[in-house]
């Protein structure tokens, strides 16, 4: 489970939910936080923290393990990775990387694809029952789902490693990762104030980007042990998450008494089945509507969806990458991959909030041309990133190559925040929509052309093993030629196209709104 891509788009999301459409920000002072919310935050952080570990622990050794298993299959007489063992060269023959990456590719698209056939279903059942069973079952589902493969790769003389595939059936329980993301995000936006929620976001959002740079080195080290120990270490806390998803408070009662004060909203109860299905009419009855209104939008909404493939192929593919281009072992790229998400902690920590209260006290820019110009710049970094990651024969510029990556990794934040503020309050719960159905459309998409042209690229052998980053370069350049070529609405007043408004967000600014306009 990806959660840092989740969180960042949840976190992203939330923070447009509260931007306000146009003129200026209300004045609202902080409400204190109550002793209960107190403790629903606390326990959601103690699950944040146990699930990101299990997965960030996880993550690497399996990899490394899946390739043993694919070498084992071809080469029978292959000895199983034992601990602190002489790896076996042939396992970094092409024709084992080929399937390795094929497998990952199709087991990551069969693993996106099946939560989606219940996201709706379990959304009104969280809505009708409660947050926390919705949440315990998906983790039920992630622990099942996670035994199937430990069984198979413990076994290579007995299953093939398409054998894994079978293991996203269990998914079905709970919805999976996007079902936990969402019933998270839930619970905190059920007991806090609107006047909290922005910051609290930003800070739990910031939090896992932290917990992700501090578990990759103890993964790295784990595996240079035993790559089953992290395995066995992350299966154990992910079954600990389980359980301690019945310490988190149901927070569904805070929902109901809101919908007491909106009597509208709350009648109208049918059937579940029934109300999954109108919801789900409604919602791709909304995004067809929003698509076919002004192509401007669709302009930016493509851009957000294009970097799906290449956040994909950084985040899932490039331990496999670096193995395979410069001959390292499992530990040492996880090592290596670490330096990104170092950087982006410090850019979205330190470097974008400087720059954007800069650009907001000292250039007097308001928020919208300064999220355009924050973007645009954005892109250009991931694009360069990209293209240097493609051509990066040695690895002191791969390290060079991530870095730079790494400097553009405010641009979804930046994109959302932009597009926050030229649509009206009541057009951005179908903002949100039309971008993550977008994402998920690219993802799917995506998963299986990165698996090709990492297998591609590994079988060609020499400067063909970057294949898969040219791909993501022109991702990357296509989204920049987006930004480029869409311009700010002109004039002061709003007009409405397609069923929604178009604002254009000329309000001054203050400090503090600039350094949080760079907040994911």
């Known amino acids: 489970m990806d959660t840092d891509g989740v969180g960042e788009e949840a976190a992203g999301e939330e923070r447009a939910h509260f931007l306000p459409a146009s003129g200026p920000p209300p004045a609202e002072t902080k409400v204190p936080m109550s002793a209960q919310q107190?403790?629903?935050?606390?326990?959601?952080?103690?699950?944040l923290f146990v699930v990101e570990f299990s997965m960030y622990i996880m993550e690497p050794p399996l990899q490394a393990i899946m390739e043993d298993f694919v070498c084992h299959g071809l080469y029978p007489d292959q000895v199983a990775m034992a601990p602190r063992a002489e790896p076996d060269s042939r396992c970094k023959n092409p024709n084992v990387q080929t399937t390795l990456a094929m497998a990952r590719s199709w087991l990551m698209w069969v693993g996106m694809f099946v939560p989606l056939l219940?996201?709706?279903?379990?959304?009104?059942?969280?809505?009708?029952?409660?947050?926390?069973?919705?949440?315990?079952?998906?983790?039920?589902?992630?622990?099942?789902?996670?035994?199937?493969?430990?069984?198979?790769?413990?076994?290579?003389?007995?299953?093939?490693?398409?054998h894994l595939l079978p293991g996203s059936i269990a998914l079905l329980v709970g919805g999976g990762a996007p079902s936990i993301t969402a019933m998270v995000w839930t619970i905190l936006t059920d007991s806090t104030s609107a006047?909290?929620?922005t910051s609290l976001f930003y800070q739990m959002h910031a939090m896992m980007l932290l917990l992700s740079a501090a578990f990759r080195p103890v993964a790295a080290w784990l595996l240079s042990i035993d790559p089953w120990l992290p395995m066995w270490i992350g299966l154990v806390a992910l079954v600990a998450s389980m359980f301690s998803t019945l310490l988190i408070p149901e927070t569904l009662r805070l929902r109901k008494l809101a919908d007491l004060e909106h009597p509208v909203l709350a009648k109208g109860r049918r059937g579940?089945?029934?109300?999954?299905?109108?919801?789900?009419?409604?919602?791709?009855?909304?995004?067809?509507h929003f698509i076919r209104g002004p192509r401007s939008i669709m302009l930016l909404v493509m851009a957000d969806g294009l970097m799906n493939p290449i956040y994909m192929a950084f985040e899932m593919n490039m331990l496999q990458y670096v193995t395979n281009r410069f001959k390292w072992d499992w530990s040492a790229a996880t090592y290596l991959t670490t330096v990104n998400k170092v950087t982006s902690v410090i850019v979205l920590l330190v470097v974008l909030p400087l720059v954007s209260r800069t650009l907001a006290k000292r250039y007097a820019m308001e928020v919208s041309p300064r999220d355009l110009y924050l973007s645009r710049g954005s892109i250009l970094l991931v694009t360069a990133g990209s293209l240097l990651t493609a051509v990066a024969a040695a690895p002191w510029l791969l390290v060079v190559s991530l870095v730079v990556f790494s400097f553009g990794s405010g641009f979804p934040p930046q994109l959302r925040a932009l597009l926050a503020g030229l649509v009206e309050q009541d057009s951005l719960a179908t903002l949100n929509t039309t971008l993550a159905t977008a994402e998920t459309l690219m993802g799917l998409a995506g998963v299986p052309a990165t698996g090709w042209l990492l297998s591609k690229g590994i079988e060609l052998g020499g400067a063909w093993m970057g294949l898969l980053f040219v791909m993501t370069s022109a991702c990357a350049a296509l989204a920049a030629v987006a930004?480029?070529?869409?311009?700010?609405?002109?004039?002061?007043?709003?007009k409405v196209e397609g069923g929604y408004c178009l604002v254009d967000r000329h309000e001054p600014v203050t400090a503090d709104e600039g350094a949080d306009a760079s907040r994911p």
């Not at 107190?38 to 699950?47: A, G």
């Not at 579940?272 to 067809?288: F, H, P």
Request: glycine share 6%.
């Open 38 to 47: 107190r403790h629903v935050i606390l326990m959601c952080v103690l699950f």
């Open 483 to 494: 930004m480029f070529v869409w311009k700010l609405p002109t004039g002061s007043s709003a």
């Open 272 to 288: 579940l089945l029934q109300t999954a299905l109108s919801a789900a009419a409604q919602e791709l009855s909304r995004i067809w």
């Open 195 to 197: 006047s909290n929620r």
């Open 118 to 162: 219940v996201q709706i279903p379990y959304g009104m059942v969280a809505d009708k029952y409660g947050r926390r069973p919705v949440l315990f079952s998906g983790l039920l589902g992630l622990v099942l789902s996670t035994t199937w493969n430990v069984i198979v790769l413990r076994h290579p003389d007995a299953f093939s490693i398409w």
